[in-house]
């Protein structure tokens, strides 16, 4: 079953329904049905995959009374390590055998920010093979999730926007409290780029106005998020835009390559390379920024993000280039290859676009 329309509207204080009556009704059974439950996400997980995967737990506990489990596929970075309940979350990549048992035992998965099992990575098999009912609450393109429930909305600012709607359709927002509305909010503002892109349907705002009434502090979570880097992160950032950034003026376009050796010098750890994709596109009339990044263990594995503004599409780039796919504004993908490959390929990409990008 698969239901992707959104009224982008509300009347007074009130959303329009994400769910047809009969959907929200099937949905509420299938919880009240399960006893083992677990929400999990997408490898290398950021503020929307972790603040889906917690704000909708907090539902299912706090509203139907359920022990869900969160499992996420690896390492998350050590600014989100101060989300509510994040000390819960089970690491698959640490506890495989215990979270296969559970798979497999499992009445009901919640696949959160993820449009396929490919995204889970090393999970995707015990994933696949579990004989849980799964339901996907998702807002990239295309989904591919075998679920007996789908919310797609590819045009929603994020999955934590989405699960917020879930919610407030069911009638349990008014029984949440910060362990709902702290995560949910952190990931929308991840996943807009703190609200500067992809957030500009007053369903947003009226989500926020609604997220603070449970009286959290969203100055402080922006700190948390965007003020809770390490010296060597700064370091890191200025070394970028100093040595390593090339820019092609003429397409509008830049991209970097982080080496290995350039990471160990800056005591890389998860997260640092957080959003410096983001700082090329301050250049005026820029479109296109490209950051290439080499897997600090495995061989010949190059992670990719990129990021565009206006109607430039870099998912095109990230499908057509780089193994990957995401939204019109922020994508990424990988590439098993060197790290001077992988350059030769962004430069490759950069030209191939180069009419929408002049």
């Known amino acids: ?12 204080d009130m959303l329009e329904n994400i769910l047809k009556e ?3 009704q099937q949905l509420t059974d299938l919880i009240r049905e399960s006893e083992t439950i677990v ?14 995967c917690l704000g909708w737990a907090e539902v299912l506990h706090t509203y139907f009374g359920k022990q869900p489990q969160v499992f996420v596929p690896d ?33 009901l998965v919640f696949c959160l920010d993820f449009n396929t099992t490919s995204r889970v990575a090393d999970m995707q098999q015990a994933l696949d093979a579990s004989p ?12 591919d999730v075998p679920a007996v429930v789908t919310v797609s909305e590819p045009h929603a600012s994020s999955t934590c926007e989405l699960v917020f709607r879930v919610t407030w359709q069911l009638g349990a927002f008014e029984t949440m409290g910060k362990h709902f509305a702290i995560p949910v909010y952190c990931g929308m503002m991840t996943d807009t780029g703190a609200f500067t ?5 007053c369903d ?14 969203k100055d402080k979570i922006y700190r948390n998020v965007y003020h809770n880097f390490s010296e060597n992160r700064l370091r890191l950032m200025g070394y970028v835009m100093n040595e390593k950034l090339v820019v092609n003026s003429e397409l509008h376009a830049s991209y970097f390559a982080l080496t290995r050796s350039d990471l160990k010098r800056f005591h890389f750890v998860k997260g640092d390379a957080e959003g410096l994709v983001n700082m090329p596109l301050q250049i005026k009339g820029h479109k296109l920024s490209i950051s290439l990044r080499e897997d600090t263990e495995k061989e010949n594995m190059v992670w990719v993000s990129l990021r565009s503004v206006d109607q430039f599409p870099c998912n095109e780039v990230a499908a057509r280039f780089f193994n990957g796919g995401g939204h019109l504004n922020a994508s990424g993908g990988r590439l098993e290859c060197s790290i001077d490959e992988a350059v030769r390929i ?5 030209v191939a676009f180069e009419d929408k990008l002049k």
Not at 39 to 52: E, I, K, R, S, V
Not at 86 to 98: L, Q
Not at 204 to 217: C, E, M
Request: contains cysteine.
């Open 22 to 24: 009969e959907q929200c």
């Open 132 to 143: 849980a009912k799964k339901v996907l609450i998702d807002h990239h393109p295309n989904p």
């Open 39 to 52: 929400c999990t996400c997408h490898q290398n997980p950021d503020g929307d995959a972790l603040g889906a």
């Open 197 to 201: 892109y992809n957030s500009n349907s």
């Open 1 to 12: 079953m698969v239901f992707r329309s959104l009224n982008r509207t509300f009347a007074g």
């Open 75 to 107: 390492q998350y970075p050590d600014f989100l390590q101060w989300l509510p309940n994040s000390e819960k979350i089970i690491r698959y990549d640490k506890h495989k055998e215990g979270c296969d048992w559970t798979l497999q035992h499992a009445d």
């Open 204 to 217: 947003v705002y009226f989500i926020i106005s609604q997220l603070l009434t449970k009286h959290i502090n």
């Open 346 to 350: 962004a430069q490759q990409a950069i």
